[in-house]
């Protein structure tokens, strides 16, 4: 989506710089406690469904994780979101993924019911189960997969539209407990009947990988970072940033403003006239005064983006 105008394009920032650099504020501590109660379940699990968001095929995934656990497990991503992703670059992206040694990639939109790649999930899981004679169990015909992923990135969605599909076949969709090992009890759901396929209904939550400033703000665009972790008016400044850069222009008719600028304070006050939100503020004279509301434009700006108002984008296009 790149506009043409204006006639005289301004200059751009060619790199992104954020005085503040302790990311570990990005980080939520208590997504690790889960870490211990997942790797128990993950002994039950044959194969993993890693979810992420497909604007970032390569950023903040849990790579840990991922050599902790998932290299001995028959491993899926599942790059969702697709629907708000530029995957023009498709093969590239997985080329580049299996030089990281993920070899079964699939592109899922979760919120279309008819969405092809959501099709191929199970029968990946199928065959990556039986057909590999590595993972080829003898012990049991039943197979239990689980979703892993950092927050918000399609999951519970993912869960929900397998097990929709199980059930628009009419086949009996009991939810069954598993005694799992050490106390706990697996809950789980039957996605299908032959082979047994099983998904655990709570999915494994990971903590982002956030190895520098940028990749956090992609994150934190994506909506997987908590908003006031960051700062809605950071990943408004990085929004503009990325979009000027990639000469996408869109911004200026949604805000409503008359032309493109680098300059965050500068879009968000012409954002916040327009949207008439205002804040009262106190004076230095003491007395109350209306001002353009900069948090409510900001707000606006990266709800726009989140709802693919600015196109298809692919954060990460630089890994390519
Ligand atoms: N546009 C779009 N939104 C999605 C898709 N999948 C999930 N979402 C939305 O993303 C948000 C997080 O989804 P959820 O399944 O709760 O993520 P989880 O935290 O990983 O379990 C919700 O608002 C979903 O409606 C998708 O394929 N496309
Ligand atoms: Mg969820």
Redesign the pocket.
């Known amino acids: 989506m790149t506009s043409k105008f204006p006639s005289v394009i301004p200059r751009f920032r060619e790199s992104y710089t954020f005085a503040n650099k302790d990311l570990s504020k990005w980080f939520p501590g208590h997504m690790h406690k889960g870490m211990k109660q997942m790797q128990r379940k993950l002994k039950m699990v044959d194969c993993i469904l890693e979810?992420h968001d497909a604007r970032i095929p390569f950023s903040g995934r849990n790579p840990n994780f991922y050599h902790l656990l998932t290299a001995v497990k028959p491993h899926i991503l599942v790059l969702?979101?697709?629907?708000?992703a530029d995957v023009t670059s498709q093969k590239q992206i997985e080329q580049s993924l299996k030089e990281q040694g993920i070899n079964k990639i699939i592109f899922?939109?979760?919120?279309d019911q008819k969405d092809r790649g959501l099709k191929k999930v199970l029968p990946t899981v199928t065959d990556l189960v039986t057909n590999t004679e590595r993972y080829n169990r003898v012990e049991s015909k039943e197979f239990h997969l689980m979703a892993i992923?950092v927050?918000?990135?399609?999951?519970?969605?993912?869960i929900n539209m397998l097990r929709h599909r199980h059930l628009k076949k009419g086949k009996a969709s009991r939810v069954g407990a598993l005694a799992g090992i050490t106390r706990s009890v697996l809950e789980r759901i039957k996605i299908s009947e032959d082979p047994p396929i099983y998904l655990l209904d709570t999915?494994g939550?990971l903590a982002p990988s956030v190895k520098n400033v940028e990749v956090g703000l992609r994150l934190a665009l994506c909506?997987t970072i908590k908003d006031h972790l960051v700062g809605e008016d950071v990943i408004a400044d990085y929004l503009l940033y990325w979009l000027n850069k990639h000469q996408n222009f869109s911004y200026v008719q949604y805000l409503g403003i008359d032309e493109p600028s680098d300059d965050i304070r500068l879009v968000l006050l012409k954002t916040a006239v327009n949207l008439g939100k205002t804040v009262k503020v106190l004076s230095s004279e003491g007395s109350w005064v209306q001002m353009p509301n900069l948090q409510a434009a900001s707000s606006h700006f990266i709800k726009g983006f989140r709802e693919?108002k600015f196109g298809k984008v692919l954060l990460d296009d630089e890994f390519l």
Do not use: E, M, Q
């Open positions: 979810v969702n979101k697709v629907d708000l899922t939109n979760c919120k992923g927050p918000n990135v399609g999951k519970s969605s993912l999915p939550i909506a693919g």
